[in-house]
């Protein structure tokens, strides 16, 4: 099993958690910028669900997003 494991100094206490049953908002569960399209998600056991915007999914988790083909 691949493990994604967020950057050292990660603020995973500041993460806002959306709830199961709710819609998935339109802001990152991190800084509260807007999405993009694809989104990382992070979904708890519970059904709790959390989404990072571009920015924090470079800066925290080493991901990277492409519009078209990747360079």
């Not at 990152?28 to 708890?44: I, K, M, Q, R, Y």
């Amino acid at each position: 099993m691949t493990v994604l494991k967020p950057k050292p100094g990660f603020p995973g206490e500041r993460i806002v958690w959306g709830k199961p049953d709710a819609p998935r908002s339109s802001l990152c569960s991190l800084c509260f910028n807007l999405v993009g399209p694809v989104p990382l998600l992070l979904c708890a056991e519970d059904g709790h669900v959390a989404q990072f915007c571009d920015d924090c999914m470079r800066k925290w988790w080493g991901l990277e997003s492409y519009d078209g083909e990747p360079p």
